[in-house]
C-alpha cells in the first residue's frame, strides 16, 4: 500500500523557515519524480514543486521560486521542502504527492504574526 | 485563475450519471494525460482517475475518464451520496514545466 506521510508543519512569523518531510513507503520511491502540492483554506490545489528520481531536476512555481528549495533522499525514501521568506500568502496544507499513486494527508503551514 | 477550466458546480440525484467537463490547451491535456482527484471536505485529495482513463484498484467503475484533443472528462454513473465532493482535474504543462490543476468542482447529489 503505498503510504506518503508529511511532518514539519507548523506556525512560523513572516520571515521565517520552515523544512517539510515527506516519508514514503509501499512503492519504488527512487524511481518516482515527487510533487509538492499545497491548498490555501478553502482554496483549490495549487502545483508548488517536483523534483526527478535522482533529484538531478527541480521546478518550482513561480510564486516560490528563489525562496523554496525541494529535494529527496533516496535512501531514506523521503522528499523534502525547505521554505524560507515565508509570507502570509504561503498558508496552505502543504501535500507530498506521486503522481500516478497518491497523496500525503497533507501538513499544515501557517504563516503570521 | 486556474490553467484548466471546470465548472465550479454540477449535480445530481441518487442513480443520475454525471458529467464534470476539463478543458485546457495544447501544451497541457493537448499534450500529456489526465489524472482526477476527489476531495471531501477535511480530507486529502485522492487519486480517482490517471492517465487520462486508467482506475486506480478500488476506485469502483461507476468512475469512468477520457480525454480528446484539448479537453478531458470525469463521469460518474450511478451517483450516489456518497460521491458528494470536490473533484479536479489535472496535468503536466510542458510550457509551464509543472502540474496546471483545474478549479474544481463541487457535485452536489440532490
Known amino acids: 500500500e503505498v503510504q506518503l506521510v508529511e511532518s514539519g508543519g507548523g506556525l512560523v512569523q513572516p520571515g521565517g523557515s520552515l523544512r517539510l518531510s515527506c516519508a514514503a513507503s509501499?512503492?519504488?520511491?527512487?524511481?518516482?519524480?515527487m510533487h509538492w502540492v499545497r491548498q490555501a483554506p478553502g482554496k483549490g490545489l495549487v502545483w508548488v514543486s517536483r523534483?526527478?528520481?535522482?533529484?538531478?531536476?527541480?521546478s518550482y512555481a513561480d510564486s516560490v521560486k528563489g525562496r523554496f528549495t525541494i529535494s529527496r533522499d533516496n535512501a531514506k525514501n523521503t522528499l523534502f521542502l525547505q521554505m524560507n521568506s515565508l509570507r502570509a500568502e504561503d498558508t496552505a496544507v502543504y501535500y507530498c504527492?506521486?503522481?500516478?499513486?497518491?497523496w500525503g494527508q497533507g501538513t499544515l503551514v501557517t504563516v503570521s504574526t | 485563475q486556474s490553467v484548466l477550466t471546470q465548472p465550479p458546480s454540477a449535480s445530481g440525484t441518487p442513480g443520475q450519471r454525471v458529467t464534470i467537463s476539463c478543458s485546457g490547451s495544447?501544451?497541457?491535456?493537448?499534450?500529456?494525460?489526465v489524472n482526477w482527484f476527489q476531495q471531501v471536505p477535511g480530507a486529502a485529495p485522492k487519486l480517482l482517475i490517471h492517465?487520462?482513463?486508467q482506475r486506480p484498484s478500488g476506485v469502483p467503475d461507476r468512475f469512468s475518464g477520457s480525454r480528446s484533443g484539448t479537453s478531458a472528462s470525469l463521469a460518474i454513473s450511478g451517483l450516489q451520496s456518497e460521491d458528494e465532493a470536490d473533484y479536479y482535474c489535472?496535468?503536466?504543462?510542458?510550457?509551464?514545466?509543472?502540474?496546471?490543476f483545474g478549479g474544481g468542482t463541487q457535485l452536489t447529489v440532490l
Open positions: 504527492v506521486e503522481w500516478g499513486l497518491g
Open positions: 509501499g512503492f519504488t520511491f527512487r524511481s518516482r519524480w
Open positions: 523534483i526527478t528520481e535522482d533529484g538531478d531536476i527541480t
Open positions: 495544447n501544451s497541457n491535456i493537448g499534450a500529456n494525460n
Open positions: 492517465s487520462s482513463n
Open positions: 489535472a496535468a503536466w504543462d510542458d510550457t509551464l514545466r509543472g502540474l496546471v
